[in-house]
């Protein structure tokens, strides 16, 4: 906790003996008097208390361009953190005011001076003309002490929203008696303040924005004693420009085989905007005048430009208390959920994502199909090598491409040449982890059990399968996908990514992934991912493992 001492500046008591005409007798001292601390912000018992209060519910938008928008008003975790082990701050050198109350009336002198100099030389200069002491009667005192930011009326003190980012104002209540004591002051803002946090799964530049408020009050009026509750007036509005850094912030979303991987970023405002204590957050505003992300299968970016955002939660800001303006933006995608039910990330409530949608039901039970937003850990296709465990074995990629039979060949017992389900025999590892164990898997939290009735089971998708996976997610243009090979005609991994990363699922740069395929009795066929070589198929031996990520029907 660091201490700022006012030297040279002295409160004195004045003893009351039996004679009431006796002269005073006053002993000076060279010990401090008043000693002083800013509270940091969000330094505040009763920010404290409401922390809980800070994480409100996450407002779902559609911007109505392609892209959704949570917003929400939370407390500023990072300043929290920052000053865990020292909440208090020293004093700065500027000018301030301190005067004495006793029941609800000045008393005494008013001091006025600069503080100046550092550590242990910091000292108080009192202004020409007035007292470096406070002479006083022993009784009990509320002492009040401003800086140059707060207006003084004689009567009043006041604060404007212009100056509120710098107005300090610290009250204590002190009982004296004697003639050495020491009156300790801890400073407190007169203002919340307010940063903007962009969070999203694209690398966007070149943001540019503004905060705006509507029927936001101007000024704050005080009693003589401003441990009262003040009075808020002039309402305006106004809109301030926020200003981002040019390099944005990326963060790990997990470690896996390939290394740490990336894929959410975030831009913090490098300034804050300061309001009034008593501010309503449903009274601020954000609106982007720059900035574009994601893309489009048509591969044009979504522009921010000329979207407001208003946040709707009622949440009063409190003084001296700094909050995070968060604004959470995603592709407008289709998930299936584990009810069975298809929504946007955005409006996911209280469920939970399980796959992406590929193709949407047409009324038709399982019509529907999705990719798992999950991956399976590497297995083999199967251990009868080399044996033909389908009666579609072919090297015929065309043939192969065709097939949308995935949920079949995993399940049904005609694609083995002894009956077997292959979903239900650990003869073919794929098969069984990607059909079985997955549905109880929880890899990142997030629960991928079934408990929707229109749900079908996991399954190894087919290459025609994969290839609507690779359109749909990727882009890719599936006119010259005709034989084994890399296409990159079209494909964009950054949204493939984007498709998954934001509803909370798993993304590698290359993923190499079992397909149902078979090419010959020894050798089966995969489908892959990569940011180099674009979306490639291609087949290898039964025994090798790869990646399982299933597909489900609704």
Known sequence: MALTVLTGLLLTACGNDSQPDAPVKEEKQSAATFSINIASYNDEEEITRSSKLE?????????GNGLEAELSIERDTMQSNTHAAQTRAAMPNQHYTIYAMQGGSRVGDVLKGTVSGSGTSQHFTPDAGYKDRLLLPAGTYTFVCYNDKVSDDGTRLSVTRANAGTALIGTTTATISGVR??????????????????????????????????????????????TATPTYSAPATFNEALTYPDDLVEEPYGTGENGREYGRYYSETQNYQYVLPNTNANQLSLKFTSGELYRDPQHHSKSLVGYLHNITTSKPLLANGSYVLRVDIYYKANYLFEDGVVRTYVNRGTHTPIAAVLKDNDGTAHSGTAIALLIAAEQNWSTTYPQQDTPTMTTNFTTHAAAMDGESQTWSNFYTPDGTIKALSTK??????????????????????????????????????????????????????????????????????????????????????????????????????TETQGFRFGWTGKFNTLFIHPFIHF
């Open 181 to 226: 004591y020491n009156v300790h002051f801890v400073m407190k803002h007169q203002a919340a303040r307010v940063r903007v946090k962009m969070m999203t799964y694209w690398p966007i530049q070149n943001i540019k924005g503004s905060l705006q408020g509507n029927n936001v009050n101007e000024l704050a009026t005080y009693q003589a004693d401003p």
């Open 55 to 63: 994480e409100t519910q996450r407002q779902a938008i559609d911007l």
């Open 428 to 529: 073919y590892p794929a098969f069984y982890y990607g059909a079985n164990l997955f549905d109880s898997r929880d890899a990142t939290g997030q629960m991928t059990t079934r408990l929707g009735a229109n749900l079908s089971r996991w399954y190894i998708p087919s290459f025609g399968e994969w290839k609507l996976a690779a359109h749909v997610l990727g882009y890719l243009d599936l006119s010259n996908v005709n034989d084994w090979g890399d296409y990159t005609n079209g494909w964009d991994y950054q949204m493939y990514k984007v498709f998954f990363l934001q509803a909370g699922g798993q993304y590698f740069p290359v993923n190499y992934s079992w397909a149902t395929a078979e090419t010959t009795d020894s050798y089966a066929g995969w489908a892959a991912n």
